[in-house]
């Protein structure tokens, strides 16, 4: 049913397997391309994910763990074949009991971990793909673990494929579009 509401296996074919991972160390030298998508109105992404939000939580030097140490920056750019981002991770790691551990910038400080994706149809690529394509980025940057908690099952109406192997969102922000009726809102809900 899902699928078939939002498309997603239809869209699924098209970015299977085109999406080239790109792992940037710093916020300056992602920041135009950052601006970029989450300026156009098909991004579909949570106010955590915006460029200014991150930005200001990684200057205030805020860790996930009482005990971080080291913690470094990598925003995991993933583009389509024709060289086009199409998913942007922001990520802090840090070591943990020996392991380098990989976590959505924001902690507990955001409720939403889920990454900006710049389109529904970037949003649609299989769940299975998206983990593999995680792993590899995570040999390449230094990431042993990913924890990637706090993944709403959808947002805006799209599917998000981190739900499936992530601790879920304690709320799934659920919203209501208001109609100039309010007696046929109230009917419709």
């Known amino acids: 049913l899902v699928h078939d509401l939002t498309g997603v296996g239809t869209m699924q074919e098209r970015v299977r397997g085109r999406l080239v991972p790109e ?3 710093d916020l300056a030298s992602v920041e135009a391309l950052w601006r970029s998508i989450e300026s156009d109105p098909a991004v579909l992404t949570t106010p955590y994910q915006r460029f200014d939000w991150v930005s200001a939580f990684v200057a205030a030097k805020i860790g996930c763990t009482p005990r971080e140490q080291g913690k470094v920056l990598r925003i995991v750019v993933l583009r389509d074949a024709g060289g086009k981002p199409r998913v942007i991770l922001p990520l802090q790691v840090a070591r943990e009991r020996g392991v380098r551990v990989a976590r959505v910038i924001g902690c507990k400080h955001a409720n939403y971990h889920m990454p900006m994706f710049a389109s529904r149809e970037a ?3 299989r769940a299975e793909d998206l983990v593999e394509l ?5 040999r390449e940057a230094g990431i042993d673990v990913y924890l990637l908690g706090h993944q709403p099952r959808f947002w805006d109406g799209a599917a998000n494929p981190l739900h499936h192997r992530a601790e879920p969102a304690p709320s799934d922000g659920y919203g209501l579009i208001l109609g100039p009726d309010p007696e046929t809102t109230l009917k419709r809900v």
């Open 23 to 25: 792992v940037f160390r």
């Open 123 to 125: 949003a649609s690529m």
């Open 134 to 138: 995680l792993r590899r980025v995570g």
